[in-house]
């Protein structure tokens, strides 16, 4: 698998492209813990409602207890007890269902702003990666020697400007079609210098 280009600019703006998607990533994780960790805080008023009312609830249950132990009267005495440490239940459980939906709320919103602006950054930089290393891929499985160079020139000559295929020779096609080597290497190489893709390292010492 070839990540990267030759060592080239093209090569630069790849490394660039993936630490700028690196830091992109990294900059919202950050925010999303700060959303998280804000909207968290949200909680703390309902956490020490729940906490108070908790011990409320266990004291009047504590007290009720101890009153129902009284003889003949103790059953009737407990009731009010046992009724205010119904209500305090209810204002725990309350609580804590708003706790619950305030830890739901900070997951998702924090998940939110994360997952989008790196999702939209995440559009453009992937497809580009994945084509050049699915293009190189393809293309080094054609370039492990001097004799495979023909497809380079011929695409060469489909996909280059006219000016640096006149540089090279007054009739490319005509001494692609006749073999000529040096003719044949240096075209390779202009489309391999488009693609990223380093030359063969023999035919390479021949052209340079």
Known sequence: MTLYAKPSWRMARQITSDVVMV??????????????????????????TAETAQTMADSMTSAGE?????????????????????????????????????????????LVTFAIPVALLLLIWLPRRVRF????????????????????????????PTHQLAAISSDPVGEWRAGNRDVIRRLARLELDRSG??????????VT
């Open 23 to 48: 830091a992109w990533a990294v900059i919202w994780f950050l925010v999303a813990r700060a959303m998280h960790a804000v909207v968290q805080s949200l909680a703390t008023p309902a956490r020490k």
């Open 66 to 110: 101890r009153v129902a132990s009284l003889p003949a009267v103790g059953e009737r005495l407990a009731e009010p007890f046992s009724s205010m440490s119904g209500s305090l239940e209810e204002i725990v459980t309350q609580a804590n269902a708003q706790i619950d939906t305030i830890h739901q709320i900070a997951w998702i919103s924090s």
């Open 133 to 160: 290393v699915t293009q190189a891929g393809a293309a080094l499985q054609f370039v492990d020697a001097d004799e495979d160079l023909e497809l380079f020139a011929l695409r060469a000559m489909a996909n280059m």
């Open 197 to 206: 893709l380093p030359m063969p390292p023999a035919a390479a010492q021949i």
